[in-house]
């Protein structure tokens, strides 16, 4: 290929298409790329040039990607697959793979290395599959500073690198990985903004209900990694290892927030920790120094029902924080005890009017399809959605994605897996949630999809969104109701079932 001044070209690709069919093209949030953020302060403090190609920002197909490296020509290409929340690693690999094969056809000797939640859950099977020449087992600043500096040696010892999956001739071997970095303000700080179309992020629709206009200038930053729980629906640890729960300083947070809102006239922002209401001084004290700081913002996070304390309220709203996002999950205490979220019926309402009346939006997310779920228990969760009456309401169906504990029963118990990533999605085409002991997964399905017309159709819930909104938001959500998926399972269970050949009787 020839040399090259760029030591890494971070790429994260982009398939809202397949992803989200026609709900990516303006309903979606874009967001900045977080891991190809830390990713690149991490070696570029170190002395390595990098530069990030948002392909999905962007809207750069796997051709456009591939030329594009060709022309740069970087001594090694970082895949970064993590996505905008830990579920939605593995759905990224449906425009990885593309993007990967199309590099590897336009230059055969460029180097790839692929990282994400998905990989660190699936290592050596990634490298077995993907068009990629290495592969890593954790979150990757270390793996990839580690091997660009013996990329360039003459026989380079692949297995000195912490946390690699490489080939060793018809071997895969898998490295130990390195340790969790623990000063994440100074290693893993991610001021790396001039790399990224800052033009191109837009916030999701329902944040900015009132003002649909407000979706840009837009950001995304985090203030913790990892997640002290475990959830049997969710795979957040698997770059992380289990409990491994670090925060920044608060100072550190608001000063990239200083940045972004004097530099780049961001007033739009999602907090992406997973849990980010949590230990009370560090909310508190990311709190106190907005509220000195006077600013105008719109801001959402996500929360606990259990951690969310009523004290806590008015220091968020005056903050910015203007959207929580709680995982209610099921409106059966059963299922919900299954899937380790135990607390009461009357701890939702309670909190959820709480948050409300300190002037807090609340996004309710829901789970159909629960190993424990049947009809009647997703009648459940669709009631309390409705009763709560949340701002927005995210309806999910149970997924096994590859890192959490649902993907390990699902593999123990031979139940069906999507075909291709893609159908870990949750608004794919092929999107294949898991059965339950009584439903099929086309049922479960089929529901997830009549409960969002129901909710988002419902007179009660307009009525309050145009009276909290306006009418255009109103219409808005009309609009965006409007707009049905196509479900490859449930056209397929729904379809006119062929009679029975009949057998002609001999005389």
């Not at 001594?75 to 199309?102: K, N, Y």
């Not at 071997?173 to 969790?180: D, W």
């Amino acid at each position: 290929m020839g040399s090259s001044n760029l030591d890494i070209l971070l790429i994260n690709p982009g398939s809202r298409d397949k992803i989200y069919q026609n709900l990516g093209e303006q309903l979606t949030a874009i967001e900045p790329p977080l891991w190809c953020r830390l990713i690149a302060g991490y070696v570029r403090d170190r002395g390595c040039s990098v530069e990030i190609l948002d392909a999905e920002a962007e809207g750069f197909g796997p051709e456009t990607v591939a030329a594009k490296v060709a022309a740069r020509r970087p001594r090694l290409v970082g895949m970064i697959v993590f996505g905008h929340q830990p579920s939605a690693s593995t759905q990224q690999m449906a425009a990885a793979r593309p993007t990967c094969r199309a590099i590897k056809d336009a230059a055969p000797e460029q180097k790839i290395v692929i990282v994400g939640g998905h990989v660190a859950a699936l290592p050596e099977r990634t490298l077995a599959e993907e068009a990629v020449d290495f592969a890593c087992n954790s979150e990757g600043p270390v793996t990839i500073h580690e091997l660009l500096e013996i990329l360039g040696d003459d026989d380079p010892d692949f297995s000195k690198v912490q946390g690699l999956v490489w080939r060793d001739g018809e071997e895969i071997r898998n490295n130990l990985s390195p340790p969790l970095i623990k000063e994440l303000d100074q290693d893993l700080h991610g001021n790396v903004w001039d790399l990224l179309p800052m033009d191109k992020y837009r916030a999701h629709n329902w944040q900015c209900f009132g003002d649909l206009s407000s979706r840009q200038p837009y950001a995304s930053i985090y203030t913790s990694l990892g997640c002290p729980y475990r959830c049997t629906f969710c795979c957040i640890n698997a770059p992380f290892g289990t409990n491994r729960y670090r925060m920044r300083k608060p100072e550190a947070v608001v000063a990239e927030i200083d940045l972004l809102y004097n530099t780049h006239g961001v007033k739009t922002y999602k907090i992406i920790d997973e849990m980010f209401v949590l230990n009370e001084r560090h909310v508190l004290g990311i709190c106190d120094l907005l509220i000195s700081r006077g600013y105008d913002l719109n801001i959402w996070a996500y929360a606990r029902v259990d951690t969310v304390k009523p004290h806590m309220l008015e220091k968020l709203r005056k903050a910015g924080v203007r959207w929580l996002a709680l995982g209610i999950e099921s409106g059966s205490e059963h299922v919900r005890d299954g899937a380790e979220k135990s607390f009461s019926q009357s701890d939702i309402i309670g909190i959820v009017r709480q948050i409300q009346d300190a002037g807090i939006s609340v996004i309710g997310n829901f789970i159909f399809g629960l190993p424990d779920d049947d009809l009647k228990t997703m009648s459940e969760t669709l009631d309390l959605a409705v009763e709560l009456n949340c701002e927005f309401a995210n309806f999910y169906s149970a997924m096994a994605y590859p890192g959490s504990p649902l993907y390990q029963m699902a593999v123990e118990n031979g139940w069906a897996l999507p075909e291709n990533w893609s159908g870990f999605s949750q608004h794919s085409y092929d999107c294949l949630p898991l059965p339950t002991e009584k439903l099929a997964a086309a049922e479960v399905l089929k529901f997830r999809d009549e409960a969002f017309d129901r909710y988002f159709s419902g007179k009660r819930y307009l009525d309050m969104v145009t009276q909290k909104f306006g009418w255009d938001t109103r219409h808005h959500i009309e609009e965006m109701a409007s707009h049905k998926l196509r479900r490859r399972i449930v056209e397929e269970f729904d379809a006119p079932k062929p009679e029975a050949r009949k057998v002609p009787s001999v005389a």
